[in-house]
């Protein structure tokens, strides 16, 4: 019988928290401090599960829906839990808060792990007395969809509190990865900035619109990207592999780092002439329902991958 997890922040990542844990079967315990937040969160994570039921990736949505519980009292969500996932406002003094109120309220035993994207653990949990069983969890956004989890310990997190939560992202169907020691933005981050800056430097130089850049990725890198990483993909670019790869474009790519050795901070007039040509595709008001179409089409790429996978035995 599984074990019931408390989740720590119903906003969109909490709530994608919930359905990981609950569609593996776990009772979760979802708590938030704000009573508006609470009053509409299973409104969402029912939608959601059903979108997910009619890809055929969860067979009946409103058995996951009901192992859900909104909880007003923290203590009371985290009484007798094995793991906690926290995932509350991404600030250093609203987490050191939250995880001083937890290793308080939780039992010596629970694993706290944090959904911060780039704050490392060391910047608020120093502090605590059960700092030893505190970690990052980082998912992508919406993790039920995206299945990477980045494991990163703070110089004080036991070796043990790493392995038993990678076995608990495992056997809730996520691809935990582990770091090895902290770094500033983590590892998907580090790499999503590395295209980031690219392509905001290219669309301020004139070198395309934003449009255009988009697609390169979407229409182009995206497609191998969803099934393989960098490693992988250059080691199938080259008829000798990797070291062949090196031999031919290393010098591009070397040319390419030394252009940018002077980054520069997105600037205010920057993001608003990328804001005006996104607004001229998607308005504000009209964002809402293209995440929706963007997690409609994540369901469509999942379920084709669970289904590719099966027949080619990956």
Not at 30 to 51: F, P, Q, S, V
Not at 181 to 187: A, D, H, Q, T, W
Request: net charge negative.
């Amino acid at each position: 019988m599984t074990s019931p997890i408390a989740v720590v922040g119903a906003g969109l990542v909490g709530a994608g928290w919930a359905i990981v844990f609950a569609r593996a079967g776990h009772d979760v315990r979802l708590y938030d401090g704000d009573e508006k937040i609470r009053a509409t969160a299973l409104d969402g994570i029912r939608a959601n599960l059903e979108g997910l039921q009619s890809f055929d990736l969860i067979n009946d949505a409103g058995a996951v829906a009901d192992r859900i519980a909104v909880h007003g009292d923290l203590a009371s969500a985290v009484a007798g839990v094995s793991y906690v996932q926290e995932s509350v406002f991404e600030t250093i003094p609203v987490k050191h808060e939250v995880t001083q109120q937890l290793d308080e309220a939780c039992s010596s035993e629970t694993v706290i792990g944090s959904s911060s994207s780039g704050i490392p653990a060391s910047a608020f949990t120093e502090n605590l007395k059960g700092r030893s069983r505190c970690l990052i969890a980082h998912p992508v956004n919406p993790p039920y969809l995206v299945p990477l989890v980045e494991l990163v310990p703070a110089p004080w997190t036991h070796s043990g509190v790493i392995d038993s939560t990678f076995e608990l992202m495992e056997s809730v169907g996520q691809s935990p990865i582990r770091i090895d020691r902290e770094v500033e933005g983590f590892v998907l981050n580090r790499l999503q900035g590395a295209l980031l800056n690219e392509a905001w430097a290219l669309f301020e130089e004139g070198y395309a619109s934003a449009g255009d850049i988009d697609k390169t990725v979407s229409e182009g890198l995206g497609l191998r990207w969803s099934f393989m990483g960098p490693f992988q993909t250059i080691d199938l670019n080259a008829p000798g592999g990797v070291s062949d790869y090196a031999a031919r474009l290393s010098p591009l790519y070397h040319a390419v780092a030394e252009s940018r050795t002077d980054p520069q901070r997105w600037s205010d007039a920057l993001v608003a002439c990328v804001e005006h040509e996104r607004r001229q595709h998607v308005s504000a008001e009209g964002l809402k329902d293209r995440r929706e179409w963007r997690d409609r089409r994540l369901m469509a790429l999942a379920a084709h991958k669970a289904k590719a996978s099966k027949k080619l035995g990956d």
